[in-house]
T-cell receptor
C-alpha cells in the first residue's frame, strides 16, 4: 500500500516571499510523484510530475519540486509567490507496477494563502 | 481541444434518493477515473474504466457504481443517498494505453460535480 503525508494543512506567506510545501510518501514499490493545484470551485490542475531522471522537476507557474528517494520526500517550492498562487495544493503518488491501475493516492492537501 | 466536462456542476438531493453524474473525457481519451473529495476524507479514488470495463475499484460501498459507454463517456451512480455522500465528485480522463502497463498516462481532471445531500 502507498500513502502520502502533507505535513502542513495551512501555509500563510507574504507576497513575494519564498514558500515550501512539504510532502512525504511511503510505498513498497517505486512510484510516480505529482503535485496538483486546486482553485476554488475548480478541478485539479497538474503543476508538475516526477517520473524518472533528474530529481529536480520544474513545473508551471514558477513552481519546482525535488524528489529525494532516501527521505521519500517530494517538496514543492516557489522562490517568490503571488496573490494568485492562493489555492489548495495536493501531492499525489501512483504505483509503478505491471498492472494497469492508474489511480492516484492523494495527500490531505495544503492550503496556501498569500497575504498582501 | 476541449477539456473534461462534467454535468451537472451542482446537484441537490435528499437522503434515500439516487443520483447519476456524467463525465465526457477529452477527445481520444479512453480511460476515465472517478474521485470523491470531501473535507474530512480528502480525495479518494472511486473507480476507473477503460474500454467500457471497470479496471480498478476503490474502497466504497456497492451503492456507488459506474459505467462507461462505447464513446468513452462515463456515468457514475449513487443509490440510496446518505448525508455523508455530500462531496465534490471529480472525473479524470487519460489516454489509457493498456499495452504499456508500466507507462505513464497523465490524468486530466474535470471541474467536478458538487453534490449536496439534505
Amino acid at each position: 500500500a502507498q500513502s502520502v503525508t502533507q505535513l502542513d494543512s495551512q501555509v500563510p506567506v507574504f507576497e513575494e516571499a519564498p514558500v515550501e510545501l512539504r510532502c512525504n510518501y511511503s510505498s513498497s514499490v517505486s512510484v510516480y510523484l505529482f503535485w496538483y493545484v486546486q482553485y476554488p470551485n475548480q478541478g485539479l490542475q497538474l503543476l508538475l510530475k516526477y517520473l524518472s531522471g533528474s530529481t529536480l522537476v520544474k513545473g508551471i507557474n514558477g513552481f519546482e519540486a525535488e524528489f529525494n528517494k532516501s527521505q521519500t520526500s517530494f517538496h514543492l517550492r516557489k522562490p517568490s509567490v503571488h496573490i494568485s498562487d492562493t489555492a489548495e495544493y495536493f501531492c499525489a503518488v501512483r504505483m509503478i507496477s505491471s498492472g494497469s491501475a492508474r489511480q492516484l493516492t492523494f495527500g490531505s492537501g495544503t492550503q496556501l494563502t498569500v497575504l498582501p | 481541444k476541449a477539456g473534461v466536462t462534467q454535468t451537472p456542476r451542482y446537484l441537490i438531493k435528499t437522503r434515500g434518493q439516487q443520483v447519476t453524474l456524467s463525465c465526457s473525457p477529452i477527445s481520444g481519451h479512453r480511460s476515465v477515473s472517478w474521485y470523491q473529495q470531501t473535507p474530512g476524507q480528502g480525495l479518494q479514488f472511486l473507480f476507473e474504466y477503460f474500454s467500457e470495463t471497470q479496471r480498478n475499484k476503490g474502497n466504497f460501498p456497492g451503492r456507488f457504481s459506474g459505467r462507461q459507454f462505447s464513446n468513452s463517456r462515463s456515468e457514475m451512480n449513487v443509490s440510496t443517498l446518505e448525508l455523508g455522500d455530500s462531496a465534490l465528485y471529480l472525473c479524470a480522463s487519460s489516454l489509457g494505453a493498456p499495452g504499456v502497463p508500466r507507462g505513464y498516462n497523465e490524468q486530466f481532471f474535470g471541474p467536478g460535480t458538487r453534490l449536496t445531500v439534505l
